[in-house]
DNA sequence: TTATACGTCGTACACTGTACGTTGTAAACC
DNA sequence: GGTTTACAACGTACAGTGTACGACGTATAA
C-alpha cells in the first residue's frame, strides 16, 4: 500500500465505524477491549498533524495508544479506513459559526476561510486522496450541512448550490494544496528559496533563453519579483477567492 | 518513501538532466550505457499510463528497460528526480496549436481543455505531489510560455497574467483530481454505484436523519437524481469552467 | 463447569527505495 | 602496448511498509 486512498474497504463495516455502532450497549463475549476506536483514530490525527502523514504507519499508531501492530486492526479493518475516520473526525470538530444577516459573499469567504485554515493546521489532509468524495460519516455530514446553509438565501437551485459549493471548495483545496507543496519543498530540501536561485543560477542563466520563452521569462522574473518569491501563497489566496467569487457572482443574480 | 514527492534531490543535477546535459559529446570512460535516460523515463511512463503510478517501481522501470534494478540509479539520482522528468517530458509532449484571433474566452477554454485531456489521459499526473510547482525543464518551460501566450491581448498585467493562469489550472487540476478518485473508488472496489448504494442502503436510511441534515439529505439527493450518480464529471467541468472564466472576465474588461 | 467467541500479540511475507561492494570494461596515460 | 583508472552493471542486503496467520489467554453464554 504505497497509495493514501481513502473510499476502500468493505464500506458497511467503514460505515459502521464512522457512525459508532449501535450495538455498543451488548457486551461482547472475550476479553475486554484495552483502548477505544476514537483513541486509535486520535493517535492518528496526532502523528499527522505533527509529523505528517508519512509519520502515520499502523506500527507508530500502534505504539501510540499502547498495543501491539496487529491489535490495531481488531479496531479498524485497515489503513484506508483508518483515514477515513481521520478525515471525519477532523471535519467534525471543526468550528461551525452560525450563519447571521451577512451578504453571501461575506459567508461564502468564511466558508472558504475557515476550509482554508482546515487545511493549514491539517496539511496532510492535502494529501489523502479522495477528499473531493469523502467518507459518508457524520463529520462530514455535519460540515456539508453547514456549508450548504451558506447559500440559503441565494436562490440558487438545490442542484447548482450543490455543485457551487463543491467549487468554492475545489478552489481552496487546489491552493493550499500547492501552498503545502511549496511549503514542503524548501522543507525537504532544507534549501530556501534564495539558496536554490543561487545554486541553479547558472544552470537556469545558460538554458533560460528569453528568445525562446520571452514571456515566461519575462512574466516569470515579473511575478517572482512583486511576490519576492516564486509563488507568495497570501496574494494567490486573495486572487483567487475574489476570481472564484466574482465567477459565481454570475449565477447570483441579487441574493442580499 | 511513501510519498510520491517532486522536486526533492540535488536540483543542479536534477537540472542537468532536465535539460539534457551539453557534455554529452565528450565520450565517457568506461563501458557504453547499454540504455538512455529517455528509455527509463519512457518505460516510467508506460507503467504509469497503463497500470497507474503506484506500479511505477524502480525495479518495474529496470526490467522494462532490460537493467538490474541498481543500473536505473546511472541513469536517474532516485525516484522523486524521475517523477521530475517523467512531469516534464510527459508537459513536453503536449500540443500546441497556434493562437489564432479567437476571443480569449475560447483561447482560455482550450487552454483548460487541453490539460483537462493531458490528466485523463496521464491521469497519475493528478498523484504527483508538487505539480502546482513543477520542475522547470524544457517541457514545463514551453508549456509555460504557450499557456502565457493565450493571455496576450487580455490587457492584464504581466503579474496579474501569471496569477490568472495559476487560478485556471488549478481549477482544472481540482476537478481532474477530484474525476480519477471518483473513478478509482468503483474501480478499487470493483463495485458500482448502484451496488454501493445497495449494499449501505439499511445503514445510511438509519444514519441520514432527514431533521438533523435538512439541507444536506434533499440537496445530496438532488444532485443525485439530476445527475445520476453522487457527481457527475462532465456536469462539474461545464458548471467550474463557466464560473472560472466569468470569474477571470470581471478582471479582463475589454480583450476582444 | 464447560464451550465458545473474541482481544492480543509474535512471527512472517511480499514489497518498497536504495546503500554498498564487487566485477568487468573501455578510455587515458606512460 | 601495458598499466592505470573511471565508470556501468549487478547481487546482496537493510530498514521500513501493510497485513495474513496462528497461538494464547480471557470473559461471557450455555
Same mark, same amino acid.
Given at each position: 500500500?504505497?497509495?493514501?486512498?481513502?473510499?476502500?474497504?468493505?464500506?458497511?463495516?467503514?460505515?459502521?465505524?464512522?457512525?459508532?455502532?449501535?450495538?455498543?450497549?451488548?457486551?461482547?463475549?472475550?476479553?475486554?477491549?484495552?483502548?477505544?476506536?476514537?483513541?486509535?483514530? &486520535? $493517535? %492518528? @490525527?496526532?502523528?499527522?498533524?505533527?509529523?505528517?502523514? #508519512?509519520?502515520?504507519?499502523?506500527?507508530?499508531? +500502534?505504539? /501510540? !495508544?499502547?498495543?501491539?501492530?496487529?491489535?490495531?486492526?481488531?479496531?479498524?479493518?485497515?489503513?484506508?479506513?483508518?483515514?477515513?475516520?481521520?478525515?471525519?473526525?477532523?471535519?467534525?470538530?471543526?468550528?461551525?459559526?452560525?450563519?447571521?444577516?451577512?451578504?453571501?459573499?461575506?459567508?461564502?469567504?468564511?466558508?472558504?476561510?475557515?476550509?482554508?485554515?482546515?487545511?493549514?493546521?491539517?496539511?496532510?489532509?492535502?494529501?489523502?486522496?479522495?477528499?473531493?468524495?469523502?467518507?459518508?460519516?457524520?463529520?462530514?455530514?455535519?460540515?456539508?450541512?453547514?456549508?450548504?446553509?451558506?447559500?440559503?438565501?441565494?436562490?440558487?437551485?438545490?442542484?447548482?448550490? &450543490? $455543485? %457551487? @459549493?463543491?467549487?468554492?471548495?475545489?478552489?481552496?483545496? #487546489?491552493?493550499?494544496?500547492?501552498?503545502?507543496? +511549496?511549503? /514542503? !519543498?524548501?522543507?525537504?530540501?532544507?534549501?530556501?528559496?534564495?539558496?536554490?536561485?543561487?545554486?541553479?543560477?547558472?544552470?537556469?542563466?545558460?538554458?533560460?533563453?528569453?528568445?525562446?520563452?520571452?514571456?515566461?521569462?519575462?512574466?516569470?522574473?515579473?511575478?517572482?519579483?512583486?511576490?519576492?518569491?516564486?509563488?507568495?501563497?497570501?496574494?494567490?489566496?486573495?486572487?483567487?477567492?475574489?476570481?472564484?467569487?466574482?465567477?459565481?457572482?454570475?449565477?447570483?443574480?441579487?441574493?442580499?
Amino acid at each position: 500500500m504505497t497509495s493514501n486512498s481513502t473510499g476502500t474497504g468493505q464500506p458497511s463495516r467503514t460505515l459502521a465505524l464512522l457512525w459508532g455502532e449501535p450495538s455498543t450497549a451488548r457486551r461482547r463475549k472475550g476479553p475486554a477491549r484495552s483502548v477505544d476506536v476514537t483513541q486509535v483514530v &486520535d $493517535a %492518528a @490525527l496526532v502523528l499527522a498533524d505533527e509529523h505528517g502523514l #508519512a509519520a502515520v504507519t499502523m506500527r507508530a499508531v +500502534a505504539e /501510540r !495508544v499502547g498495543v501491539s501492530a496487529m491489535s490495531v486492526y481488531t479496531y479498524v479493518p485497515g489503513k484506508p479506513e483508518l483515514l477515513d475516520l481521520m478525515v471525519d473526525a477532523t471535519y467534525h470538530r471543526m468550528a461551525r459559526p452560525t450563519w447571521g444577516g451577512q451578504l453571501w459573499q461575506d459567508r461564502l469567504t468564511l466558508v472558504a476561510e475557515s476550509n482554508r485554515d482546515l487545511l493549514t493546521t491539517h496539511p496532510w489532509l492535502t494529501e489523502v486522496a479522495g477528499l473531493s468524495r469523502p467518507p459518508v460519516g457524520p463529520g462530514v455530514m455535519a460540515k456539508y450541512e453547514h456549508e450548504l446553509a451558506a447559500f440559503d438565501d441565494t436562490g440558487l437551485s438545490d442542484v447548482d448550490t &450543490d $455543485a %457551487a @459549493l463543491t467549487y468554492l471548495l475545489g478552489f481552496v483545496q #487546489a491552493h493550499c494544496r500547492a501552498a503545502h507543496d +511549496a511549503a /514542503r !519543498v524548501t522543507t525537504d530540501t532544507a534549501m530556501s528559496d534564495a539558496e536554490w536561485w543561487a545554486t541553479n543560477q547558472p544552470i537556469l542563466a545558460r538554458v533560460l533563453d528569453p528568445s525562446a520563452y520571452p514571456r515566461a521569462v519575462r512574466i516569470g522574473a515579473a511575478a517572482g519579483e512583486a511576490q519576492g518569491s516564486a509563488w507568495n501563497a497570501d496574494r494567490a489566496w486573495r486572487f483567487g477567492l475574489a476570481r472564484t467569487l466574482d465567477g459565481l457572482a454570475a449565477l447570483i443574480r441579487d441574493g442580499t
